[in-house]
Every structure is written in structure tokens, then in C-alpha cells.
């Protein structure tokens, strides 16, 4: 009787739809057939029958109005085998969209990982299981999942770093290798090809392999001679382990993987059985592709309310390292000549690389209101980092030439608004949470950014001024970023900017936390030729290393900013160039501790001309200044305010006087009433009430256990 009452009423609703003549649906479920009719009463089982229905439908539509084409999807698991592909044929069109959602209060999770099974418990305590595709050669994996948390590889050091000695054999072309320190390294480890060794650089990572180790030179031997950007890529007292050491193995939570012999092995938590446990490992690296063609791109098509879980990256052979970012690492969702693509509500986790990348071709797509976390690398990448640029992975049948510089120009216009992206960098620490590189126009509204180990959001691919930047009008505003660096690595921002970008406004942002391990714990850092940038209602507290800091850059203005409580300097400049390099002005500057107002190099201040050029290369003014012990002598050679002023002609119309905050100690900057902001040109603003997603309740409801870290977590204080 239930049957038939359920079956009537989805012949009803059909029969609704059907007259109505306005929208096709398409259903799906885990324990469907692909040999149904993919009704409400008789669904589909896989992702790519529906698409095959969909591109059915479209080769012979009704003669009715058709107003979108729905794909439901039931609750539930659906293991992938492969990636996603959705082509211009699975796709909108100029007449109606096409709409891949949740059904009503279901959960559809499609997983790139494989539930392992056929546990033996040794007499140690650890599980052990054969798999015959890795001894094969056919699958290897870099992360392994047990009831949904990241367990990690045994690692030497079991806590902390190990310091490099120096380079091995260095010469024009790279390093071959690195010195060790002491006996931290053996000759004796098995499988040596197997282990990686994890490099924290300054502002980047890398992951090598070992050829050999030469005891007798204290030598780690790389496969093949590796390039390192610059001096900063040295193998000096850099921070490392050894990852993936099977000698090692043997602490709860530990797994390790033994290609040689196809064997796995964890070692349980307490209470862990294999009949309580589910443990899971990755099989793709990519789970979804939007995937258009040059003359054909994808249009007009929307996934909402659908979870994306497990991908993987691992380590080459020769290793990896990139200059910056970590930039070569793939994402697990990709849009190639995709356009007007909206990914709604939907959440991505458990994955080894970054989340999102937006490569050729990708025009006018919006990410709203997704959740993204427990991440190997970062959240979102927009754009090539240089002209003729090929996305990581790919299919190969996607990516015509183009002209040099027009792959470059022809990613634009993305939009990632109120969107959470936490946990990041777990195996790639030197991720972002959003990067932008040779792109334009795009909008990073309303998002939570936190809990990564390098910058929440960076724009620009460009080093200097000589290159033109395609980087240009883009826009940060109204985000949380904060929690960021957290001592792993250094020289970061909350927002970094790099390159000529006209147009680019970063504004309305709440940032805080950011900690470098040694320098560059920057709130707003301007860097390497920032031009043309206005930054402005920008809360900025809680930092390390100044609230601003411009390395070297012309003509930016920062305006109506609030700086609070960096720890060493609250505003910072590097380089002296002759031009104007940035105004500063109708922003308060407030600490309380130690740190001094002006740090680094404020060369170039003076008002006049040399030369027949203005010796004047920044401007300072009016700015409201206070540092909360009372102290008058906050200029640099512990001058007052007046004093600057006659050396200088910097900051006319500036103020040393007590803001009146409500209760900074607590992050509450709002004014009291008789604050003299006012006479220094401010205007209020909330940036704690504007900054972060707007309605959080419809962000997906994804219950994920906050993912752990290998790296030695330095606090600020």
C-alpha cells in the first residue's frame, strides 16, 4: 500500500510538471539503476547516466517551453571511478539552464577515495592489508582517512624540524641535493625512493626524494639537479623532516604504505577495531571538470547542495617545488572554457591539492556559500600564473593552443562570495586561500579565510614593473581572514598583492592573526612593484610584523584604514624609489605593546626637489596615531609628532591622541563618542559586523573533525 501511494504521488507531481511544461527532472540515488528511467519512482544510479539523460533530452526537446532541466540527487555516497566531466552537451543553453542539486534536505557526497577492507591484526596491534594494485604499480596515495579524519604518514623528526646543513653540489643550473646535520638522517632506511623529505623555505615548500644518502658527505642526492628561487631556496638551516619513514612507524594514528610489497599498515588509535573503523584512501586526483571547448564553451549550468570528498596528489619521482604558492599542485574541481557556472551550497573536503582552479576560457562563474576544508594545499586558483600556462591535469583534448598571451586574457570575471575555506595547506603549507594570477576582474566578497600556514588571498603573478600585469581591477572586500601563517612559514599577507593592477581595491576586510615564523606577518602587504591599488575601511589587529607594509611599489593609496597592535612595527617600507610610492592617509594607528610606529626603511620622506625630481616618494597624512602608554616620541630618532612634521613635511594634519575604542583588547574598534578620528578625515566603519559570510546559515551543514597538523604551530603572543 506505501508502494502504491508513493508511486501515485510521483506520477502526480510528473504529471504537474509535465503540464505546467516548464522544468524536466532528472532523478538520481545510490541505490538506483542506470537502466531506469531516471523518474522519481525509478531513478538513475550514476552522476554520468544523468548526464546522458540530459544531453538526450536536449538533442529532442519537447515541443513545449522547457524553463531548466533539474538533476536530483538523493542522499547518500556515490563512489567515482573517474572523474566528472560535464561538457557543453550536459550543460545550459541561451534558452534554459541546467540545474545537478540535492534533493530537499539530502546530502549527495561523490568520493574519489576507496573504502579498504580485509584487516589483519598483528601481534604489535597494527592492521595490516594487502593491496595488489599498488604492488602493481597501478594505484599510490599520499593520504589515508579513518571515520573521516586525515591520518598522517610516520615522520622523522617524530616532533619539530630537523635543520639543514647547507646545498650539495650547488651550481648555475640548481641544487643536487642537501646536507644533513649530525646522525638525523640513516643509511639503513627501506625504501628510500619512498621517503619524502619536506622543506620549509621562506615563503614556499618543497617535497624531494633522495636518490642516495652519502654518509660520509652528510648528503641527501636528489634524482635530478633542482632550480630554488633565488638565495631563499637555499638548503641553509632550513626547518625539514623526513616523511614516510617505515622504520618509524609504529604511534597511533600512524599509517604507512609499502609499494614494494603492495602492504598497508596502521597503527589504531585506542578503541579503534576494524569492525568500527572505515578507512579510506584516494584514487583521483581530479573529481569534476567543467569542461568546454574553444568554439563551444559550457554555459548557463548550476551545481548546488552536492559534497566532493578525496582527491589526491602525490609527490612525483624528481620531487616538487614551485618558486611560490605551490602553484603546480591541481585542483580537484577545474572550469576550462566554462562560463555564467554557478557552484551554490556545495562542500569539498578531504582533499590533497587545492579546491577550485579556474583555467582557460573561465568567464563569469560564481562559488557562493560553499564550504571548503581539510585541504592538502589551498581553497581557490583564478587564472595562469604566466602566459601559455596549461592546467595541471587536464584532458589533453581540452587545451588547443592559443596565442601567447591569450590564455592569459581570457580567464576573468569569477566571483567567490560567502564562502568558508579553513584547514588548508595540511600537506602543501605554502597554499593559498584564494590566489589570483594572470586575471581580471574578479570579486573575493564575504568569505571566512583561516587556518592556513601562507596568505589568504594574493593577487597578482608579476615581480616588478617591467612585465605588464593581467592582473588588474580586481576586488577583496567585506572577507575574515585570519588565523593565518600561524609560524609555519614567512613573508606573508592576509592580502598580497603583487605587480601593476589598476583598478584593484581591497576594502571593508576584518583581518587578524597573522604570524609568520620569522618576518612578513603583514595584514595589507603591497609587494614587488604593487601598483595602482587603493586599500581603504580595512580593520587590520593582532598581527607580527606591521598592520602595512609596502616592499616597493608606486602610487598605491591606503585610506581609512584601522591598524592595531602589530607586535614589531604597525607600518612598514622597504625600498626607496624615486616616484610616490604610496599615500597613507585618514587612518588610526593604535598600539599597546612595544613595537614602534614606523619600521624598515623611511628614506625619501622629505618634502622638496632634487634634481628635478620630487624627493618626496611617499605621503603621510592626516593620520591619527597613538600608542596607548601615552608616549609622545613615536617618530622615528624618537621624535614627536611636531618634530617629524618640521624635519619632514610629512603627516600635515596628523594627530597623536587616543582614538577612544570601545575595547580593543577584546577586537571591539568601534568609537566612542568625542573620538577625534574625525578631525583626521576618518569615517567609521563596522568591519566585525560587515566582514565574513553574509547569512552563514546557508552554508552547507557538513559535519568535519578539524584536520590535524604536522607542522610545529608557533602562537602569538
Known amino acids: 500500500m506505501k508502494v502504491a501511494v508513493w508511486m501515485l504521488a510521483g506520477l502526480m507531481a510528473g504529471t504537474a510538471a509535465a503540464q505546467a511544461g516548464t522544468v524536466k527532472k532528472i532523478y538520481v540515488a545510490p541505490d538506483g539503476n542506470d537502466a531506469a528511467s531516471g523518474s522519481w519512482w525509478r531513478p538513475f544510479a550514476t552522476f554520468e547516466r544523468a548526464q546522458a539523460a540530459v544531453k538526450a533530452f536536449k538533442e529532442t526537446p519537447p515541443a513545449g517551453p522547457v524553463e531548466r532541466i533539474e538533476v536530483l540527487f538523493q542522499g547518500g555516497t556515490y563512489a567515482l571511478d573517474k572523474p566528472i566531466v560535464l561538457q557543453p552537451a550536459h550543460g545550459g543553453t541561451a534558452a534554459y539552464p541546467v540545474v545537478y542539486r540535492a534533493r530537499a534536505d539530502q546530502t549527495p557526497v561523490f568520493s574519489g577515495g576507496r573504502a579498504i577492507t580485509g584487516w589483519t591484526v598483528g601481534t604489535n596491534g597494527a592492521w595490516t592489508v594487502q593491496l595488489p594494485e599498488v604492488r602493481s604499480g597501478q594505484w599510490d596515495f599520499a593520504q589515508l582517512f579513518v571515520n ?30 642537501f646536507l644533513y646535520q649530525s646522525n638525523d638522517l640513516s643509511v639503513a632506511w627501506a625504501n628510500l625512493a619512498e621517503i619524502e623529505f619536506h622543506v620549509l623555505h621562506v615563503w614556499s615548500a618543497s617535497r624531494m626524494r633522495a636518490a642516495a644518502i652519502d654518509p660520509a658527505l652528510r648528503a641527501v642526492k636528489f634524482p635530478k639537479t633542482r632550480a630554488f628561487n633565488s638565495d631563499w631556496g637555499n638548503f641553509k638551516d632550513r626547518r625539514y ?103 551554490r551550497r556545495c562542500a569539498f573536503t578531504q582533499l590533497g591539492g587545492y579546491t577550485l582552479a579556474f583555467g582557460p576560457g573561465a568567464h563569469s562563474n560564481t562559488v557562493d556559500h560553499c564550504l571548503m576544508t581539510d585541504l592538502g594545499a589551498g581553497g581557490v586558483k583564478i587564472g595562469p600564473p604566466f602566459a601559455g ?112 593592477s589598476p583598478g584593484t581595491t581591497v576594502h571593508d576586510n576584518r583581518i587578524h592573526d597573522i604570524h609568520a615564523f620569522d618576518y612578513g606577518g603583514w595584514g595589507l602587504y603591497t609587494d614587488e612593484g604593487s601598483t595602482g591599488i587603493r586599500m581603504w575601511n580595512n580593520l587590520v589587529y593582532n598581527v607580527k610584523t606591521g598592520g602595512f607594509h609596502q616592499h616597493y611599489g608606486r602610487e598605491n593609496v591606503i585610506e581609512n584604514n584601522i591598524f592595531a597592535n602589530s607586535r614589531k612595527d604597525q607600518l612598514q617600507r622597504t625600498r626607496d624609489e624615486p616616484h610616490l610610492s604610496f599615500t597613507f592617509r585618514n587612518n588610526i594607528v593604535y598600539w599597546d605593546n612595544d613595537g614602534a610606529l614606523l619600521g624598515s626603511n623611511w628614506k625619501g620622506g622629505a618634502r622638496g626637489v632634487k634634481d628635478g625630481k620630487p624627493t618626496q616618494h611617499y605621503e603621510l597624512g592626516p593620520n591619527l596615531y597613538w600608542h596607548a602608554p601615552g608616549s609622545q616620541e613615536i617618530f622615528p630618532g624618537k621624535k614627536t609628532l611636531a618634530q617629524w612634521q618640521a624635519e619632514t613635511g610629512q603627516d600635515a594634519g596628523s594627530l597623536v591622541a587616543d582614538p577612544l575604542f570601545e575595547n ?48 610545529e604551530i608557533k602562537k602569538q603572543p
Open 664 to 711: 580593543p583588547a577584546a577586537g571591539d574598534f568601534r568609537l566612542k563618542p568625542g573620538s577625534p578620528a574625525a578631525q583626521v578625515g576618518f569615517k567609521p566603519f563596522d568591519a566585525v559586523a560587515a566582514a565574513g559570510p553574509r547569512d552563514p546559515c546557508l552554508l552547507p551543514k557538513l559535519a568535519v573533525t578539524a584536520a590535524p597538523s604536522m607542522y
Open 389 to 500: 600556462y596549461r592546467m595541471a591535469e587536464a584532458p589533453k583534448n581540452v587545451l588547443t593552443p592559443d596565442a601567447p598571451d591569450g590564455l592569459a586574457k581570457t580567464t576573468s570575471a569569477i566571483t567567490i562570495s560567502n564562502c568558508r575555506i579553513t584547514g588548508g595547506g595540511r600537506i602543501h603549507p605554502a597554499a593559498h586561500g584564494v590566489w589570483i594570477g594572470h586575471s581580471s576582474y574578479n570579486r573575493i566578497l564575504n568569505n571566512e579565510i583561516s587556518d592556513l600556514y601562507y596568505t589568504a588571498v594574493s593577487i597578482g603573478w608579476v615581480w616588478g614593473y617591467a612585465e605588464p600585469s593581467r592582473a588588474h581591477h580586481n576586488e577583496v572586500a567585506f572577507n575574515h581572514l585570519h588565523h593565518i601563517g600561524q609560524g609555519v612559514l614567512s613573508d606573508m599577507g592576509g592580502v598580497y598583492t603583487l605587480g601593476i
Open 148 to 177: 573521516g579524519e586525515r591520518r598522517f604518514r610516520p615522520r622523522l623528526p617524530r616532533q619539530g624540524y630537523f635543520k639543514t646543513a647547507g646545498d650539495f653540489e650547488k651550481n648555475d643550473a640548481g641544487i643536487n641535493g
Open 241 to 343: 623532516w623526513a616523511e614516510n619513514v617505515k622504520e618509524a612507524f609504529g604511534a597511533p594514528g600512524e599509517w604507512h604504505l609499502d609499494r614494494p610489497t603492495g602492504t598497508l599498515a596502521y597503527m589504531p588509535l585506542p578503541g579503534e577495531t576494524p569492525a568500527n573503523t572505515r578507512v579510506e584512501a584516494p584514487v583521483l586526483t581530479q573529481l569534476l571538470i567543467f569542461q568546454g571547448f574553444e568554439n563551444q564553451p559550457l554555459v548557463n549550468t548550476t551545481l548546488e547542495g552536492l559534497v566532493f570528498k578525496q582527491s589526491q596528489w602525490v609527490t612525483p619521482p624528481e620531487g616538487n617545488f614551485t618558486p611560490q604558492g605551490e602553484m603546480n599542485i591541481p585542483a580537484a574541481v577545474e572550469f576550462v572554457r566554462a562560463r555564467n557556472i554557478t557552484v
